[in-house]
């Protein structure tokens, strides 16, 4: 029998979590025709950069609204504008307006995140950064190896600053992955494992105890069977690569689980993906009712479902954003609040009957994934089968269903389910 991985206790915290949220204000916010990609050579200057009621309690309220248990902040993105005042050059915040250059919404953010109980992230992109003229993976654009060491000598500087000025972080974001130094990057690996250590770390390099893979769309949609375990070539794999199986592998040499990202805006109707606000865009705004049915394709589907949040060039969370927010929190309480039947505990039967006075709308079926994912595939008499469950499997039921039988057919070793309902 092959070992049964088993992720640690800070995964399993992560797992725990369930929803995150991911926080984008940039230049494009205040200057909606810029496009890093169109000129290398431009950038707006530092005074566009100004939010004038910004309000980071106001967006982790929101958060909070939403079911979200941490909050990932862009502290920089593709422009290379940084919203904490960097010392490692002159595009930051600090040379901006807002609070007359005094202002560290790295640090503003943190504050709320404590204030709120919500667990603090950083985004901060390696691979791409127009005032450095560098593209992904990571590499500027011009070839010049001088050029290449003072940018990434910069970013060791700024991870630096992050990772040792703002406390402990939750999870740590490297969208597109982060360029090894073999391949001609930073020694970012080696700088996370001594100042982050137990951070959760998406498309990161292999060798980070806490890595999470990308669900592989941006629509916040896992596949129907989603394993948190994949199978990945330590030697070669560096976080840039894309895995070809996004629903994991049950035998894989990996706990790397999945994270469905999405934006809270449409992003066939909407500026720059969905991610970034633009005025007049309120009728792209996920519904309450489109957010849980992704909760319903991610959280049920053993993801975690990580939203974006949109900030205005207020330095706001837009009313409407707001909410659909609270609308979509709201939703999962009343989905999910009360069980019609519940069994809970160290369960390790092979099958189970569950019975309700009331008509159920879903079957959710937990696995204690301390001792890794054991089930292989499941059925019921009521014509739902699958195979994989893990930390949360939520299962959509046909109407009328007041009595179910769930038989697990096929397992690794001994399942130990900690929770099996009816909602």
Not at 327 to 351: N, Q, R, S
């Amino acid at each position: 029998m092959k070992e049964i991985l088993c992720p640690n206790e800070q995964q399993i915290k992560w797992a725990d979590a369930e929803i995150g949220v991911i926080i984008h204000i940039d230049m494009q916010t205040f200057e909606p025709t810029y496009d890093f990609r169109s000129d290398f050579n431009y950038q707006p200057p530092a005074s566009v950069f100004n939010p004038e009621c910004l309000d980071t309690d106001q967006w982790i309220e929101a958060a909070v609204s939403a079911g979200a248990k941490y909050a990932v902040l862009v502290a920089k993105h593709c422009s290379g504008f940084s919203l904490w005042p960097t010392k490692q050059h002159d595009y930051h915040i600090g040379n901006s307006p807002y609070k007359n250059g005094k202002g560290d919404i790295v640090a503003e953010f943190i504050a709320s995140c404590k204030k709120y109980g919500v667990l603090p992230g950083i985004y901060c992109s390696a691979s791409c950064n127009a005032y450095y003229k560098v593209d992904s993976p990571g590499l500027c654009i011009s070839g010049d190896k001088d050029e290449q060491k003072r940018y990434n000598d910069m970013v060791i500087g700024q991870l630096t600053e992050l990772w040792t000025e703002y406390g402990e972080l939750f999870e740590i974001w490297f969208d597109g992955g982060c360029l090894p130094p073999e391949k001609g990057g930073p020694p970012i690996a080696e700088l996370l494992c001594k100042l982050q250590k137990d951070a959760i770390v998406f498309q990161g390099p292999i060798n980070m105890g806490n890595g999470i893979r990308w669900v592989g769309n941006e629509r916040g949609e896992a596949p129907f069977d989603t394993y948190a375990t994949v199978n990945f070539e330590h030697e070669s794999f560096d976080g840039m690569s894309e895995e070809t199986d996004r629903g994991g592998d049950p035998f894989g040499n990996v706990w790397r689980p999945a994270e469905s990202d999405v934006p809270n805006r449409d992003s066939r109707r909407s500026f720059q993906g969905g991610w970034f606000w633009q005025e007049g865009q309120d009728d792209a705004v996920f519904t309450k009712e489109e957010l849980f049915e992704k909760y319903l394709y991610s959280v049920g589907r053993n993801t975690n479902f990580l939203i974006g949040m949109a900030i205005n060039d207020k330095g706001l969370f837009s009313d409407k954003d707001k909410e659909e927010f609270k609308g979509f929190g709201e939703l999962v309480k009343e989905a999910f609040g009360e069980p019609l039947y519940i069994k809970e505990g160290d369960l390790t039967e092979d099958e189970y009957i569950l019975e309700s006075e009331k008509d159920a709308k879903y079957l959710v079926v937990c696995e204690d994934i301390k001792y890794g994912e054991r089930i292989l595939s499941y059925k019921t008499d009521v014509g739902i089968e699958g195979k994989a469950i893990g930390h949360k499997r939520i299962l959509p039921l046909p109407e009328g269903v007041k009595k179910l039988t769930f038989t697990i057919f096929d397992k690794k070793d001994t399942c130990h389910i900690k929770s099996i309902a009816l909602y």
